[in-house]
């Protein structure tokens, strides 16, 4: 099995190699499943087969149709999400905020960026700011260049991994659609301070490799994630794209109580 560096080169070949594009409707999700992702095997054999050269292969079978894990309920229970993950979480907020924010997202995922461009900013400005609430995103690769960028998060450090995701986010279109989106990733990361080699040894690390899909797999087993982004606050299952608004008549009455 090629490691993730091998992968993300050959992943940096024209995309109109092996795929092709089909754009986002309405749908506020991103997942395997849909005929609306930004990037489509052509045919299941395809996806097959690449899935069987990366560690993502099991999570891209199983979430073919016919093979999808079973729904959770709407409610997960706040202290079984604390549980510890195979990464830690990194915070934003006060640990003693009333209202827990947990989000699910793929770093190549459209919906996520555009969540964390529009809605992130007024939530932490209007309920992570104010110690009203806390907020995690977690990891949920939906495809190979997400675990990269994923794994660069935490390269990056403790400190510095939310706003490396945040940078990945604001510049998707530059390294996740781009024809060589890991020649994007690389030039990207480089803005950060980040060298050469600090890039490919991030990117071959197969412990974090594993941890970044454990997380990701136990969220798919445990409370039956297949779509970014996935939201769970104070334990209330939301899936797609949120609003502020939306997300405000949810959290103002768990504030209040």
């Given amino acids: 099995m090629r490691d993730l560096l091998q992968h993300a080169r050959a992943c940096s070949l024209p995309r109109s190699m092996f795929i092709e594009r089909t754009p986002f409707t309405d749908f506020a999700t991103c997942d395997f499943e849909e005929p609306l992702m930004p990037a489509i095997l052509k045919t299941r054999r395809q996806f097959a087969e690449l899935a069987a050269t990366s560690a993502l292969g099991a999570l891209a079978v199983a979430a073919m149709p016919g093979t999808r894990a079973a729904a959770a309920a709407d409610t997960v229970p706040v202290t079984e999400l604390m549980i510890p993950q195979a990464l830690p979480d990194a915070w934003v907020g006060k640990e003693t905020a009333a209202v827990t924010i947990v989000e699910y997202a793929s770093m190549t995922c459209p919906h996520c960026a555009a969540f964390h461009a529009e809605t992130y900013p007024a939530l932490k400005a209007k309920y992570l700011d104010t110690g009203k609430a806390r907020f995690s995103l977690r990891e949920f690769p939906l495809d190979p260049l997400a675990t990269a960028g ?62 970044v899909n454990e997380v990701r797999d136990t969220a798919s087993k445990k409370y039956g994630i297949s779509a970014t982004p996935t939201f769970f606050i104070n334990g209330q299952k939301v899936s797609g794209e949120i609003s502020i608004d939306d997300l405000s008549k949810i959290i103002d009455p768990l504030v209040k109580s």
């Avoid at 995701?165 to 990733?185: N, S, T, V």
């Avoid at 480089?190 to 050469?196: I, L, P, V």
């Fill in 150 to 211: 994923f794994m660069l998060g935490r390269c990056a450090g403790p400190d510095k991994r939310n706003a490396m995701l945040e940078l990945l986010f604001a510049q998707q279109k530059i390294w996740a659609y781009a024809d060589k989106p890991f020649a994007g990733l690389q030039n990207l990361v480089k803005q950060t301070g980040m060298s050469q080699d600090q890039f490919e040894t991030c990117l071959k690390d197969k412990g974090l490799y594993d941890q």
